[in-house]
């Protein structure tokens, strides 16, 4: 499976790939968030938690996460990503950086994370899956996934 590239040492190496000229995902993914992040913040009513599948560094992540506490004074932030190194990286420089912003990470395999109810929130919930498509092969693994995901966090409704 790919998620085991993804070890330390993997995680490291795709960090390192995806600031190379030819690998133009992430700078797209980063583009359409600083255009639309504020916009897709927006159309989210109350207070919001954000969940990351695959996580990595999360560097395109702080675009959602500097557009969601423009408009609330706190967010508590649930990365996810095999690498342990990797989250607390990201989970350290983030908290440095960000006074009103609350981690709690999950180190793993999201589905199993998911399928336990590992991930606990409170408020609704923003899920970001930013990563590859072969991440998740297959068309039924992706809809696994994002059943789980609509089985486990918060729905969106009010009161939810």
Known sequence: MPKYFYDDLGSALFETIT????????RVERDLLA???????????????????GSGSASKTRLIIDAILERQDELTFHPIDISPDALVELSEML???IDALRVRAYAGD???????????????????YL??????????????????????????EPGS
């Not at 999201?110 to 970001?128: C, G, M």
């Not at 297959?138 to 696994?144: D, K, L, V």
């Open 19 to 26: 600031h190379l000229p030819e690998y133009y995902l992430t």
């Open 35 to 53: 255009t639309y992040g504020t916009q897709i913040v927006a159309a989210l009513a109350g207070p919001l938690e954000l969940v990351e599948l």
């Open 95 to 97: 908290v440095a950086s």
């Open 110 to 128: 999201y589905f199993a994370l998911l399928r336990a109810k590992s991930i606990e929130t409170r408020d609704r919930v923003l899920a970001l």
């Open 131 to 156: 990563v590859p498509t072969s991440a998740t092969s297959s068309r039924r693994r992706r809809a696994s996934l994002f059943g789980l995901l609509g089985a486990t966090l918060k729905s969106g």
